[in-house]
């Protein structure tokens, strides 16, 4: 027997071991400890995984039965509720339902689906969420066929926004008008749930009142005339026999890029109150080493950390939920009761779900709520509740006041407290933690072992407040969200004009460490002016010398400080800008990249402002032109923003 033959029957034998071995893997044994998707997964494989059923399964008998595809596309998890309320309400009303995240959705699917109701969030300046990004890119294709492709589809679109932002709900807008465009049939008129107003939740409850008849109308079927049925639970708990501790998140193999589902835990080596003088305020410099994980980033992507609650709101929980302190640290996987699929990334406790996992401290959501309602034992309580949340102006002012007193779910637990929630019933319906996201202070290539942020800390704030209290060599879950908020690799010689005050200078500081690298390489750098904004020179002048060394060593060209409060009058940003509009003029005509970092509500709009007033007076520009002029900066990618409009 020739020794290429052995080596060959060798090498054929570990291969089918190791592909059964993954199959049995793949296959949700329960035997398998929970997995969650590689990162490293084809954009196949990651897309053929639905929150319930595959909508592979099936997509011509779905569309006989008359069957209704609920797709989500969420950055924090609000439409990601919205799409499982809906689900639920149309169990109750007797329409047979599916939900999927758009991320996992087979999109060569679409043109079989009889219709499709969408939940998508806008991200950031009008943009498609992370989770929205590929399947925003395959619909919007040119080579999509108008008027043809989607003939046979029927849909609505709600969009979740922000009015204070510029392209309010533009995601969901964009959708309702290409499905239009591809010949799909709308059933009902685009809704826009305005997440600034404090009203989301009743604006799209308003938004479902006449959708479902709607519904029924396209799908030729009769809707039930009520929704206030118990719910029935999808999740259920598996436990397991085990002595190794539960884990909060999967542990992140060492050649992965870590995301939100598998984060990296890695020890803080800084964190240094920035203020001079804090008085009731606190900006923190908070820096992570990361020598010993494979995160790549450079100055402008985001720094994603997952915040946790407190051991003592989760003990509350705990002892409110009637859970005793043996059954809070059993081993279990939440799993799906129709698909098997774990809930959550790993194996959990109550305690660990409820401090990494669960939103406990923000309001409660109505649906949870009404969903809870029904696990009253007291008739009484339960009509009061249940009343409290009907779609009136009545219910809602008296829900509002009754809100602001009890503040989170454990309030309205210990008010209603007939209330026996099972645990895998409030872990499938109660909110998730979202990550929190960090302007990155930084860059690789001028710290390769380390990533920085800076931090605003707000009072009650989950995540700010648990971040101040870090100490050096405390570990946090982490990873990082890239974004196109960069300088401009290849033309290092492109002017830029850097707009943040606050906390939104970060990413500039980031932006200053890599042309001082580039500059120790001898690269010829274009002029940069930073705009920074503050209440008081000796308060919080944030990075004064490390500015004023980037000023001596030429990686800075100008530093223009507006101080709000050193004088009578307030002076902020922007009209430091207009001190400089020729100057300004002068760069943006030489083809400069703009960058914008902080409030979105005031300064992003009185920045923009002044630009195309800069525009008319010094460009000699038509008002309509100036527009034009900043619209195509805009497209170009030479006009950026990094702007937001909470701190929470």
């Not at 969420?129 to 395959?138: E, N, Q």
């Not at 902080?598 to 520009?621: Q, S, Y």
Request: hydrophobic letters at 40%; a negative charge; glycine letters at 6%.
């Amino acid at each position: 027997m020739s020794l290429f033959y052995i080596v060959a029957t060798v090498l054929i034998a570990l291969a089918g071991y190791f592909y059964l071995q993954l199959n049995r893997q793949a296959s949700g044994s329960y035997a398998a400890a929970p997995r969650s998707a590689s990162p490293s997964s084809t954009k196949a494989s990651r897309m053929a995984s639905p929150t319930t059923a595959s909508p592979a399964a099936g997509a011509g008998e779905a569309a006989d039965n008359k069957e209704v595809l609920v797709l989500f596309g969420s950055q924090t998890g609000t439409a990601e509720m919205f799409a499982k309320t809906l689900t639920r309400e149309g169990a109750k009303l007797g329409v047979p339902v599916r939900v999927c995240d758009v991320e996992s959705y087979e999109t060569y699917n679409m043109e079989y689906e009889r219709l499709v109701i969408l939940i998508c969030a806008t991200y950031g300046e009008g943009e498609p969420t992370d989770t929205m990004k590929d399947f925003h890119d395959w619909i919007m294709d040119e080579s999509r066929s108008p008027g043809e492709e989607l003939a046979n589809v029927k849909y609505a679109v709600f969009g979740l926004g922000d009015r204070q932002y510029k392209y309010f709900c533009e995601e969901g807008i964009v959708m309702d008008r290409r499905l239009d465009e591809l010949g799909a049939q709308r059933v009902f008129g685009l809704g826009c749930g305005d997440s600034g107003s404090g009203q989301l939740e009743e604006q799209f409850d308003e938004w479902c009142k006449d959708l479902w008849p709607a519904v029924g109308r396209a799908l030729k079927i009769s809707i039930k005339e009520t929704t206030e049925e118990a719910v029935e639970p999808e999740c259920r708990i598996k436990y397991w026999e085990e002595a190794e501790a539960p884990l909060a998140f999967p542990k992140t193999a060492s050649v992965l890029e870590p995301t939100q589902r598998m984060p990296v835990w890695v020890p803080v080596i800084r964190n240094e109150e920035l203020l001079r003088k804090a008085e009731g305020y606190s900006t923190r410099a908070i820096d992570f080493n990361i020598a010993d994980t494979i995160i790549s980033y450079q100055a402008g992507d985001h720094l994603g950390i997952l915040p946790c609650n407190t051991d003592e709101l989760v003990t509350q929980y705990l002892r409110t939920l009637g859970i005793s302190d043996e059954d809070a640290t059993r081993v279990f996987s939440l799993q799906d009761k129709k698909t098997l699929k774990n809930v959550f990334p790993a194996r959990v406790s109550a305690r660990t779900a409820l401090k990494w996992y669960i939103d406990l401290a923000g309001p409660p959501k109505k649906s949870t709520l009404r969903a809870f309602a029904h696990c009253c034992t007291d008739p009484a309580q339960k009509e009061e509740l249940l009343r409290i949340l009907r779609v009136s102006q009545d219910a809602q002012k008296e829900y509002s006041k009754l809100c602001g007193k009890l503040r989170t779910m454990h309030g309205f637990l210990r008010k209603f407290d007939s209330a026996k929630v099972p645990l895998p019933f409030f872990l499938e319906l109660m909110p998730r933690i979202t990550p929190r996201y960090y302007s990155i202070s930084s860059d690789m290539l001028a710290t390769p072992t380390s990533v920085g942020t800076t931090v605003g800390v707000v009072e009650g704030g989950l995540c700010t407040d648990m971040l101040a209290k870090l100490q050096v060599g405390d570990k946090v879950p982490v990873f990082v969200r890239k974004s196109n908020f960069h300088l401009p690799m290849r033309q290092k010689e492109r002017p830029v004009v850097m707009i943040g005050p606050g906390t939104g200078v970060a990413p500039f500081i980031g932006f200053i460490a890599r042309r001082g690298a580039w500059r120790q390489k001898g690269a010829e750098l274009g002029k940069a002016i930073l705009f920074f904004g503050c209440r008081r020179h000796a308060e919080d002048h944030i990075f004064e010398d490390f500015c004023t060394q980037a000023l001596h060593d030429g990686a800075l060209s100008v530093l223009d400080v507006a101080y709000s409060r050193d004088q009578a009058h307030k002076v902020y940003v922007q009209h430091r800008l207009k001190e400089r509009a020729a100057e300004v003029w002068a760069m943006l005509a030489a083809g400069a990249n703009v960058y914008v970092c902080g409030d979105a509500k005031r300064m992003a709009k009185d920045v923009e402002a002044e630009l195309k007033r800069i525009a008319e007076v010094e460009g000699k520009l038509s008002p309509d032109a100036a527009d034009a002029f900043i619209k195509t900066m805009e497209e170009e990618e030479r006009y950026l923003k990094d702007v937001w409009t909470s701190a929470l």
